[in-house]
Every structure is written in structure tokens, then in C-alpha cells.
């Protein structure tokens, strides 16, 4: 559990972040069910439309892993230094990074606005091409 004041700063923003990434994750899943009840001859455009949408979620899960795993350590550090409990340790310890506790609305700094381009476009791309894969599956079908 971290302080409120570190909390407030992100944890509502990675939840729904993650809520976002899990759902187009099952859908691009549940759209392997779609392309076993095509015909045969159009299972490879349409397993090929799907190594784009995998790529794509894989790095933003990758970089949020990435980032999330930075936020611990800096939290971890910082707690350490003050000799304090992680869960005790408020926002203004650690509001030089303050970058890093931002997911989908951009904040200062360079990292704080290009991450969460990153992590919007990769989502909202990756949703749009899941949508296309099911219009082009039942249209061909």
C-alpha cells in the first residue's frame, strides 16, 4: 500500500490503464475463435492482422512494467534513505520523478508527456486494429 499522496498521484490512472490493456488483450485473444470458424483459405490474413495488434500491446505492457518497476525502486530508495516504511513515504519525497506517475495524462517533463502518448496511441491503436480484424472476418465470412 503506498501513501495517499503517491496514490492519488497514479494508482487511478494504472488501474484503468491496465483495465483497458487486459480487455483488448481478450479481445484480440477471443478473435482466435473467429478465425477457426472461417474457411481455410482465410485463416492466414487474418492470423497475420494479428501479430501487428500483439506487438503493439506487448511493448506498452512492456514499457509499463518497465516504468512500474522504476516507480517501486524510487519509492524503495527514497524510504530507505529516510529510514521510513515505503507505505509511509508522501509525494514530495519523490516529486523530482514525478514523470513517472503518470499513465495516460501527460505531466511535466519529457517523459511525463511522451509515455503517455505512447501508451494512449498504442492502446487506441491496437483497439482499432482489433475492431478491423473482426469487420474483416465477417466480411469474408
Do not use: K
Not at 513517472?100 to 511535466?108: E, G, K, V, Y
Amino acid at each position: 500500500m503506498l501513501h495517499h499522496t503517491i496514490a492519488d498521484r497514479y494508482v487511478r490512472q494504472r488501474t484503468m490503464y491496465g483495465r483497458l490493456l487486459r480487455m483488448c488483450f481478450a479481445f484480440a485473444g477471443m478473435f482466435w475463435i473467429v478465425i477457426y470458424l472461417q474457411p481455410l483459405q482465410s485463416h492466414e490474413a487474418l492470423r497475420s492482422g494479428q501479430s501487428v495488434i500483439y506487438f503493439i500491446l506487448m511493448t506498452v505492457w512492456g514499457l509499463d512494467y518497465m516504468r512500474e518497476q522504476r516507480r517501486l525502486t524510487l519509492i524503495i530508495n527514497a524510504a530507505n534513505e529516510r529510514g521510513i516504511p515505503p507505505n509511509e513515504l508522501e509525494f514530495a519525497a519523490v516529486a523530482d520523478r514525478a514523470s513517472l506517475f503518470s499513465m495516460l495524462t501527460p505531466s511535466r517533463g519529457i517523459a511525463g508527456i511522451v509515455f503517455p502518448i505512447i501508451f494512449t496511441a498504442g492502446l487506441i491503436s491496437a483497439y482499432v486494429l482489433v475492431v478491423m480484424q473482426y469487420i474483416m472476418a465477417f466480411r469474408s465470412a
